[in-house]
């Protein structure tokens, strides 16, 4: 995560960009943004590195920004978009493949587009259409979504469902954004399959976008 945000550092030089967590790590959002209103700041947009619309988009991190809002009356904060669904993640989960050796077209390969997992359906759906997407274009024997938690189909349903289908290799897109327990998990059920890296430093241009789509928002309504 590091990484990312020093990749976003350098696509945009003279732009302030920090780092915070929501849980597990330092330092954590509200801390970040007590940081910048010390220093003198009072507007920031807070951009979710997350790559669709589940808990910790819904809940978790509106409920640490309505804190935030409230002890720090003073600090104006505006959120972006979630990272997805966006072509450019597909463009560059299709880069990680190609990383290892996994190109379109081949009809050998069968391809495992494994995600997080979410108990709100929408945003498991968001990795299915993908998959589906990839399935009809890409000219792989087939592909499959997979997740690491919470949803089903697990890694071994997908890869067994792609073997009926007659792939003779199987290959794991990595839907994530930095490595960790689940995509560790999805590493040891994938087996003998070919595991892409996770997303990483690759989706810095989408964050800009999203940086760029909430300050053109509010010059159109300035």
Known sequence: MAELVS????RRPGL???AAFLDLSAP?????LSGLHREGHREVVVAPLLLGRAYHARVDLP???DEARARLPRLSTTVTDVLGPDRKLEEAALRRL???GVEPGDREVGVVLAATGSSHAPANAVVAEIAERWSSTLGWRGVR???ASTAEPDVPSAVAALRARGARRIAVASYFLAPGLLPDRVRKLAGAAVVAAPLGTTVAE????????VRAAALRSA
């Open 145 to 147: 979504a997979a997740f």
């Open 7 to 10: 990749a976003v550092r350098a």
């Open 98 to 100: 190609a990383e290892v």
């Open 28 to 32: 954590r959002v509200f801390d970040v």
């Open 16 to 18: 302030d960009v920090r």
């Open 206 to 213: 989408v964050v800009l976008d999203r940086y760029d789509q």
């Open 63 to 65: 409920a640490l920004l």
